[in-house]
């Protein structure tokens, strides 16, 4: 009778990590939506009057050739979000657009976006239409209240005007991150 203890079976086959987004291609993401709505503003006749998934449908068509799996109105978690990437079969990017109904709508938007993340997702956005004639008091309301947020970890900065890059936890998890980049388009 051999006293050796018993190895531990192991299984043969290969880790394969979770897909996540790389920086890279988060920054990408975010510049081509940054461009689109930029482009949006510059033609305000076109965009008038448009309700938020008309909106939102020209970004999934502006991002559509770029990604493997674009899609809007996707169930994720607690509810549908408006713009979900997947890379095999796994979510990498999650958007939520909304038009801007100031400070208090501001934080149940980062709640709503927050509830839709599981802890596998890491990296998404929320993209504002602003129809206020002013911009300036909406980007400053963002910029000074995000932080009141229970889940906000940290701000990372402005990376041009009306592009905010926050880091922020889960719900439910303080010790899973999130980054949110939150960008703002001008539809006066």
């Known amino acids: 009778m051999s006293t050796e203890p018993s190895k531990p079976i192991t299984n043969s086959a290969p880790f394969v990590p979770e897909p996540t987004l790389d920086s890279s291609v988060y920054q990408e993401i975010l510049k081509i939506c940054h461009i689109t709505g930029v482009e949006m503003e510059r033609h305000p006749a076109i965009y008038k009057d448009k309700s938020e998934e008309t909106l939102r449908d020209h970004f999934i068509m502006v991002l559509s050739p770029n990604f493997e799996s674009v899609t809007g109105e996707t169930f994720n978690r607690s509810g549908k979000t408006d713009i979900l990437i997947r890379h095999e079969l796994k979510n990498v990017f999650v958007a939520e657009c909304k038009f801007w109904k100031g400070q208090k709508a501001h ?18 956005a929320i993209l504002y239409f602003v129809r206020n004639k002013n ?3 909406v980007l400053s309301a963002i910029e000074d209240g995000t932080s009141e947020h229970h889940c906000f970890v940290k701000y990372r900065g402005k990376d041009t005007e009306g592009w905010f890059s926050y880091h922020f936890h889960l719900s439910e998890d303080d010790s899973k991150g999130v980054d949110i980049a939150v960008l703002c388009f001008h539809f006066p």
């Open 107 to 124: 934080l149940k938007t980062i709640d709503q976006i927050l509830s839709y993340l599981t802890w596998r997702d890491s990296k998404a």
């Open 135 to 137: 911009l300036d008091p």
